[in-house]
């Protein structure tokens, strides 16, 4: 499998193949998933060991930032020794990150769609599926990540434990290890075998065996590297920049790729990698000569236009093969249309890619492909089949004849029969609506397999048609040669019988003086002429105020009676008088903007019965009471104790006593009391 190692990255399942490193890391991250700083049965430490006395020491979990760790080693699980000089501390930000895995980076970045190294970081850190894989196919990045530990002077052979010990950015220990117990069984990558190698041109192809996914010497196994050098060379060149996936339940493999030059013979090989960056011995070297073998490329664009007389003319790009010779014309008509005839004796010249054909028969459909021939002899695929059908160019008449009229929510159009050489095929009707105008371009009503002369159309796609619109209809008549008539316009006009949409809300506020503004936002409907503006009082009824141009979306209501409730409402009209319903509606209680003004001269006097309360009355006919207020102090929190009618200024507390203090407030109808009110204290008379 041929796949970029970013691509690789990013899969996961494939319906074909299970990628070998994404099984390898999902067990991996089952086995790894447990508590973090805890111990369980289930395994956290996965070490690979290689015959060069190193061992990769992986675990999956996530370092929080700015942490580091210790590593331990120890045979028996009880006596542990520290590997590590002092705490390894991972990347803690992008650019660390970024700097640590050095050449990696561009690809690594590429796998995660982020576009910053901080996003990269965050992304490959966290103990997901694609922070995993990534760890697990870049040793760097699980370097930079804190997953890894390599240990250069492992025991191999033997069963060892391995700790991961949670420092903080200090160094001290935070009580959290990671801990886990490996054989370090070396192992080496097989080599590829059965290696072969084809070739066209300089385009070679290899195939090679691998041994299954099973085999214990290459579990670890999860790419391949191919090689290639001129036979007679030293040194080998990389032939895969991208990633070669080792897949599950899978031993051939192939690659294809092109070398420098052809008639050559060149020298290949292939090597397993691990995904430590271990590779295996090479494969089989395979010595191949690269042979010119391919024909001409296919010929692209091939274009064909009738031209008068019953002919056809064929155009094409030259081709850009270096050595053509020619190219040679096939054709196909009628019911063969999978049998193509060479239809040119000479080949046609290669700087000249044109051909006229002249033996056409009228009223058929012909196939025409191209091949090229290059100077030995070498005939290239052909080219995609270019269509012609060579009419008799007859046009049937139009129709004289073209109604519509509205009748029961459909339009009905009625056309004569004209004549048509060659027979009639079908009638097509086109609509759009043409006021308001919401599309230049027509649709489809009828179009195949018509032939009446009437038709009933019950609107657009199913729905009504929309009323007060103006459609308009185009008829043309297809004859059974292709050709068309002109087209032959009508229209009709669909009655308004839908009232407009009322506006969606209206606000009264009251004003100045006796005075109501209203405010109403505008209708939906397209077609409204003016507002009808509506208040009900006590009668319980709307009465007509005004009726406004429909640009005008403000009304006041002047001299409007205080102290009564009234609801306000908008209705839209369109222009054949059709009212809206369900307008909106606002409640009002009319009342002067601003409270009575305070009294004054209160007096406050304690006789026989209690204290007498006394003001100036108020020279406002608003005013609809008085209510009293009493507090120990002058400044204090003053209680409601009693009210008066409008028309009287004294009342008596008979609780109250020399000393105490009171205050007199006016209330209009509205509800409305003074904002502020003398203080008056009770005295002895």
């Given amino acids: 499998m041929n796949i970029n190692r970013t691509t690789f990255m990013k899969l996961v399942i494939d319906q074909r193949s299970f990628l070998c490193i994404c099984f390898w890391t999902i067990i991996m991250a089952t086995s790894f998933l447990t508590s ?55 990347a803690t930000n992008g650019y660390d990150f970024k700097q640590r895995i050095g050449n990696d980076y561009p690809e690594v970045q590429s796998m995660t769609d982020e576009q910053t190294p901080q996003g990269v970081f965050l992304r490959l850190r966290s103990e997901t599926t694609q922070g995993l894989l990534a760890s697990f196919t870049f040793p760097s990045v699980a370097k930079a990540v804190g997953r ?65 996914h099973g085999t214990s010497q290459a579990q670890n196994v999860i790419r391949f590297q191919i090689f290639y050098r001129k036979n007679g060379q030293s040194a080998y060149t990389l032939a895969n920049p991208e990633f070669i996936a080792r897949t599950i339940n899978k031993t051939k493999y192939h690659y294809i790729f092109k070398v420098p030059d052809a008639g050559e013979r060149y020298d290949f090989m292939v090597r397993a990698v691990d995904f430590t960056g271990q590779t295996s011995p090479p494969s089989k070297v395979r010595t191949v000569k690269i042979k010119a073998n391919v024909p001409p490329s296919i010929v692209k664009g091939v274009k064909v236009r009738a031209t008068p007389h019953y002919t056809s003319q064929l155009t094409w790009p030259v081709s850009t093969d270096l050595d053509l010779d020619g190219y040679i014309v096939y054709r196909s008509s009628g019911v063969n249309r999978r049998k193509y005839t060479r239809i040119n004796d000479t080949l046609v010249p290669p700087l000249n890619p044109a051909f006229h054909d002249s033996s056409l028969t009228p009223g058929t459909k012909y196939r025409y492909k191209i091949s090229a021939v290059d100077t030995a002899g070498n005939i290239g695929p052909r080219s995609n089949p270019a269509h012609v059908f060579i009419g008799d160019y007859r046009k049937p008449d139009s129709v004289s004849t073209f109604s519509a009229n509205y009748r029961g929510k459909a339009v009905r159009l009625h056309w004569n ?50 009323d007060a619109a103006t459609y308009q209809y185009g008829i043309a008549v297809i004859a059974n040669n292709g050709q068309s008539s002109d087209t032959v316009y009508t229209s009709v006009r669909i009655p308004d019988q839908t009232p407009p949409k009322s506006p969606a809300f209206v606000k009264a506020n009251m004003r100045e003086g006796h005075r109501v503004s209203l ?32 640009g005008q979306r403000y009304f006041r209501d002047k001299q409007v009676p205080l102290a009564h409730e009234f609801i306000y409402s908008v209705r839209a009209v369109d222009s054949v008088g059709n009212v809206s319903k369900n307008p909106p509606r606002d409640t009002l209680m009319t009342r002067r903007l601003h409270p009575p003004a305070p009294v004054k001269n209160v007096q406050a006097v304690q006789m026989g019965e209690g204290v007498t309360i006394a003001w100036n009355a108020l020279n406002d006919d608003q005013v609809s009471k008085y209510q009293i207020y009493r507090s120990k102090i002058a400044t204090g929190i003053y209680k409601k104790i009693g009210k008066t009618q409008a028309d009287t200024t004294r009342w008596v507390d008979k609780k109250g006593k020399a000393g105490l203090w009171y205050k007199v407030f006016p209330v209009d109808a509205a509800g409305q009391e003074a904002r502020t009110a003398e203080a008056a204290q009770a005295i002895n008379k």
């Fill in 36 to 90: 973090y700083g805890q111990t369980t049965p289930k395994k956290t430490i996965h070490a690979v060991a290689r015959k060069d006395g190193r061992a990769f020491v992986y675990h999956a979990q996530t370092i929080p930032l700015s942490h580091g760790f210790k590593v331990y080693r120890s045979l028996d699980g009880k006596n542990w020794k520290q590997l590590t000089k002092k705490p390894i501390y991972p």
């Fill in 148 to 212: 890894l530990y390599i240990d250069k002077n492992a025991p191999i052979g033997k069963t060892v434990y391995y700790r991961f010990q949670i420092v903080d950015d200090m160094g001290d220990t935070t009580g959290k290890k990671i801990e886990g117990k490996t054989l370090l069984d070396p192992v080496s990558p097989p080599s590829p075998t059965q290696l072969n190698v084809n070739n066209e041109d300089r385009k070679v192809t290899l195939l090679w065996h691998y041994v299954p």
């Fill in 417 to 466: 029969r004209p004549k048509v050489p060659g027979n009639l095929n079908t009638y097509l009707l086109i609509r759009r609506k043409s006021k308001p105008q919401t599309a230049k371009a027509f649709t489809a009503v009828k179009s195949k397999n018509f032939t009446d002369t009437t038709f009933v159309d019950d609107g657009q796609k199913g729905n009504d048609f929309v």
């Fill in 519 to 550: 405010r109403w936002n505008a209708s939906t409907s397209t077609d409204v002429t003016q507002y009808r503006i509506y208040r009900r009082g006590a009668e319980n009824s709307d009465s007509l105020l005004a009726e406004v141009n429909y």
